[in-house]
């Protein structure tokens, strides 16, 4: 994962000079931790699962589409039929990314962070369910970048969602929830 680094570098230093031209203080990146390495590693084993679904041609029909990610998400389901929370965010990993949410949200940029995430919020009364398929109505609600910088970088199969207080491990094509921390959005 040396490009991951090297990425995360290059983003760390552009953040850098942005802040100092318009006086902002610095976002530290993620700091590779035994914890984010733990949770980098769980990650990779899930992207070797056997994933399969019809091939997705090129298609203006949205119908076609969704019944598609419909398909991918029954076949991670099924690959992961015992799928429960702590899979990938192990009690070691959880409590990394609290003590890292956390201090973004104590930081100066906290009220900003709270802000950007209470924007886009889903409806209230839906919680998330590992291995269960997000649902289409739902808006997906994005972590903000001050957030993003400081938590692994993630593959493009995979991204990270804020559900109402809780933090959730989607994949990305087929829309399935891979593992949460409930609780730990102040």
């Known amino acids: 994962m040396q490009s991951d680094r090297f990425l995360k570098a290059i983003l760390a230093a552009a953040l850098g000079v942005a802040s100092i031209a318009i006086g902002a203080p610095e976002t530290v990146p993620a700091k590779e931790t035994p914890a984010f390495r733990e949770f980098n590693e769980r990650v990779r084993r899930y992207l070797k699962l056997p994933k399969s679904a019809p091939a997705l041609r090129n298609t203006k029909e949205g119908e076609e589409i969704v019944q598609r990610r419909h398909a991918l998400a029954q076949k991670i389901q099924e690959e992961r039929s015992h799928a ?3 899979d990938i965010f192990s ?3 959880a409590e990394e ?3 890292v949410i956390q201090g973004a949200f104590d930081g100066p940029k906290g009220p900003n962070v709270r802000k950007t995430i209470r924007q886009g919020e889903p409806v209230a009364g839906w919680r998330p ?4 398929e997000y649902p289409d109505k ?4 994005t972590v903000p970048p001050t957030l993003l910088l400081l938590l692994p970088m993630l593959p493009p199969e995979v991204s990270y969602r804020i559900i109402g207080h809780d933090f959730v491990l989607e994949d990305t094509e087929a829309r399935v929830i891979l593992d949460l921390i409930p609780g730990i959005i102040p």
Do not use: E
């Open 91 to 93: 009690h070691k990993v």
């Open 138 to 141: 739902l808006p997906l609600t």
């Open 97 to 99: 990314f609290r003590r």
């Open 129 to 132: 369910i590992v291995n269960a």
């Open 84 to 86: 429960k929370p702590g």
